[in-house]
């Protein structure tokens, strides 16, 4: 049996459904369909406070109650069979309008959740973006035993840490998927003497290993030996201040450290950290459970560590800047001019910049907080632009430098520029070449190597059928560009998108733009 809705894409998908999945596909749909726990009850001919034990998993479900759920939703719940993957029909040359907001980030968010494994008291996330990337993490949790509860709103999250981890239970087809497991390091670390986790997966992005992350952790008193798909874990923990230097400037390497350093007794000095937006947020939130920490923001972090760590605390997850960037491309490959509100603006400098070099106009508003009271938000409006090609190539950097997540939206913003622009990826061995795809559409890129692409506009986009890349922001980059491309497009294979994105498509068409979903 598979798991599918429009709401929570297939993804989530696991073998042996539960209460617990179900009843979260049911409040995505719910949520979707715009609907009140009171409303669905009244068309399910129930009480509210069934479907509010449905929602929370604590229903048993037999196949027709989910069948009339599905038919009360029109959305199909549960499939049996092969999960039936989505697809998108986009009339293109349409300009959008209007104002859409950026969601949390995913980044943050799963740094967070894996944090949480370090509180023995309750975390509450506030407004936790809606994404498969999520519901991987929360189905390991889950599965080892964590209670994690989202309230009403769909958006917070409460979680709570069992007194011991059932970590023989692990969800490895949810762990499997996704990279971000290897987060689970730094916290087990101070909890567990010896565990096992499955191997970290993730996008199609070349070669991605994870040897910064032992080269830091074994500081730590970690020993990791891998074996057909598994790390198995030995602690030998220790005591008194550590200064440790990463190899790699990462950003999941850094907060794997973080965590490590927050969860022992000692300060721990971390060099050649990343100072990024996501390492921020799990730096507010180890600040709320009591963990010191000098140096945020900067590329050395004094972690004043605690043992036994036990804090009810709530925190806001910020703004994604990658979301930002990818909405804020809509508007200029399209021609439009839209408001892209709660923009992070300390992690988009360079990228507005750069924007502006090409040519980009665009306004911003007073900055204001964020909701967990640190960040600084602006709302961004772009308006039509003759873009021209930059002189320099356009390339990543840890931060503060342009966003590595965000440099693929410029190879659309390029191809819609005069001139040729040179875009260097340096970071990874495979993301660039997706990006060729663009051509599929009219564009002129050429791959010169697996790192740099030559891109020449401006394109004269015509509509085509194009395979999904299986990497989550070239994904974006060709659907983005089928919205600039006169005529009809299809893009195949669509789930990825949902990894990272919340209903994207559906706040697309808030804006203006055209675009269906089908199914096989
Ligand atoms: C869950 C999460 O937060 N994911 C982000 C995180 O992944 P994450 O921190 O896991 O990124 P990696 O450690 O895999 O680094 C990405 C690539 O950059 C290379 N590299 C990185 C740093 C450095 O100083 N030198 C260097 O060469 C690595 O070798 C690798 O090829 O950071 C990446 C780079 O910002 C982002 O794309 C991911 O979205
Ligand atoms: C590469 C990315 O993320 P992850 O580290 O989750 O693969 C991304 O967000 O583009």
Known sequence: MTVVTDALPTATATPAVDAAQVGALVRGARQNRGLTQAQLAERLGTSQSAVHRIEQGRQN?????IGRISAALDS??????????????????????????VNSSKNGAVALLCASLLNSGRTVLRGVAR??????????????????????NGRDLEIVRP?????????????????????????????????????????????RTVEPHMIALRRFGLDVTATAGTYRATVTPGTGDLSIVLTERGDTVTENALMAAAGRDGVTTIRNASPNYMVQDLCFYLELLGVRIEGIGTTTLRVHGRLGIDADVEYA??????????????????????????????????ELATLAEMGQRYTLSDEYLARNGRTRLVDVTVHPSELRAPIDKIHPMPFPGLNIDNL???????????????????VYEGRAI??????????????????????????????AEVSCPPALRPAVVILLAMLASKGTSVL???????RGYEQLTERLIELGAHIETFRD
């Open 163 to 207: 007194a011991t981890l059932d970590l023989a239970n692990i969800d490895v087809d949810a762990a499997v998927r996704t990279r971000s497991i290897i987060m689970f390091f730094g916290p087990l670390l101070g909890l567990e003497p010896t565990f096992e986790l499955p191997y970290a997966g993730g996008c199609d992005l070349g070669t």
């Open 434 to 463: 997706h990006l060729t795809d663009l051509t599929r559409l009219g564009a002129d890129v050429r791959l010169m190597d697996a790192h740099r692409l030559q891109i020449t506009g401006p394109t004269r986009w015509s509509g």
């Open 492 to 498: 195949r294979g669509v789930d990825i998108i949902a």
């Open 408 to 426: 693929p939206f410029f190879a659309v913003i390029a191809a819609s520029a005069t001139g040729t622009t040179l875009i260097h990826d340096w």
């Open 61 to 65: 479900l037999s196949l027709e109650l």
């Open 317 to 350: 997850v910020s703004e994604d800047p990658v979301e930002a960037m990818s909405l804020l491309t809509a508007g200029i490959v399209t021609s439009s001019e839209i408001t892209v509100a709660r923009v992070p603006i300390e992690f988009m400098e360079i």
């Open 131 to 152: 994404i498969v990337e999520v519901d991987r993490i929360v189905d390991v949790l889950r599965s080892v035993g964590v209670r994690a509860t989202w309230a009403p």
């Open 76 to 101: 199909e719940i549960i499939s049996v069979g092969a999960p039936k993957r989505s697809h998108l029909l986009v009339e293109g040359g349409h300009q959008l309008e209007g104002r859409i907001e």
